[in-house]
C-alpha cells in the first residue's frame, strides 16, 4: 500500500552541487507531477508528465530537468543548486486528467547553503 | 498563465465561528479541487467540482464552483480545531494537462 514514495526526506547540498530527487508510484497512474513548496504558500508546478517518455514545463522549470523512462518512475534532476531552490519539493500522481484526484507523498525538504 | 488567488492568506478563529474560503482567478478552469495539508504531509482532496454552478457538501464543508467556471469557495460551518492546517485549491485548465494550485490559506480554529 505504498502510493507515492519519495527519497530522500531530507537532504543538504553545498551551492553548485547537483542532485536527484526520486519519486515512484505504484498506482499505475499516468499523470506524475512535481511541486515545490515555500514556508506558508501553495504549490508551485516545477515539471510534469502525462506518460512514460512525455514531459512538459510547468511555472517554475528552471534550474531543473526530469525524466519518465517508466510510467513508475518520475525524478527530478538539480543541476548547480541555488539557495533559492531551499523548499520542500512533492511528487504526486493521478490516474488521469487534472480533474482525477491527484496523490502526494511525504515531500523532501531541501536545504541549499 | 494561470493564476489562482486564494483569500483570506491566513485565519484564526474560534470553535464554532463559520468561514468562507476563496479562490479566484481570471482564467476558465475545467475543474476545481480542494486540498487540505497537515504540517509535514502531502495535501489530500477534499473535493472536486466540474459543472458551473455547482455545490457539494461533505459533512460541514460547503463547496461552490462559480457559474463562469472562474472561482470557488470553501464554507466551513461550525469550524473545529480539527479543521485545522492549510487549505488549497487546484485547477485544471481547458487545454492543458496542467494542475495549478492555489496561493493557499492557512486556518487555525482555536478551541
Known amino acids: 500500500n505504498a502510493g507515492v514514495t519519495q527519497t530522500p526526506k531530507f537532504r543538504i547540498l553545498k551551492i553548485g552541487q547537483s542532485m536527484t530527487l526520486q519519486c515512484t508510484q505504484d498506482?499505475?497512474?499516468?499523470?506524475m507531477y512535481w511541486y515545490r513548496q515555500d514556508p506558508g504558500m501553495g504549490l508551485k508546478l516545477i515539471y510534469y508528465?502525462?506518460?512514460?517518455?512525455?514531459?512538459d514545463k510547468g511555472e517554475v522549470p528552471n534550474g531543473y530537468n526530469v525524466s519518465r523512462s517508466t510510467t513508475e518512475d518520475f525524478p527530478l534532476r538539480l543541476e548547480l543548486a541555488a539557495p533559492s531552490q531551499t523548499s520542500v519539493y512533492f511528487c504526486a500522481s493521478s490516474y488521469g486528467a487534472p480533474r482525477t484526484e491527484a496523490f502526494f507523498g511525504q515531500g523532501t525538504r531541501l536545504t541549499v547553503v | 498563465t494561470q493564476l489562482l488567488e486564494q483569500s483570506p492568506q491566513f485565519l484564526s478563529i474560534q470553535e464554532g465561528e463559520n468561514l468562507t474560503v476563496y479562490c479566484n482567478s481570471s482564467s476558465v478552469f475545467s475543474s476545481l479541487q480542494w486540498y487540505r495539508q497537515e504540517p509535514g504531509e502531502g495535501p489530500v482532496l477534499l473535493v472536486t467540482?466540474?459543472?458551473?454552478?455547482e455545490v457539494k457538501k461533505l459533512k460541514r464543508l460547503t463547496f461552490q464552483f462559480g457559474d463562469a467556471r472562474k472561482d470557488s469557495s470553501l464554507h466551513i460551518t461550525a469550524a473545529q480545531p480539527g479543521d485545522t492546517g492549510l487549505y488549497l485549491c487546484a485547477g485544471g485548465g481547458l487545454n492543458t494537462d496542467k494542475l495549478i494550485f492555489g496561493t493557499g490559506t492557512r486556518l487555525q480554529v482555536f478551541p
Open positions: 467540482v466540474v459543472t458551473g454552478g
Open positions: 508528465s502525462v506518460g512514460a517518455g512525455i514531459t
Open positions: 498506482m499505475n497512474h499516468n499523470y
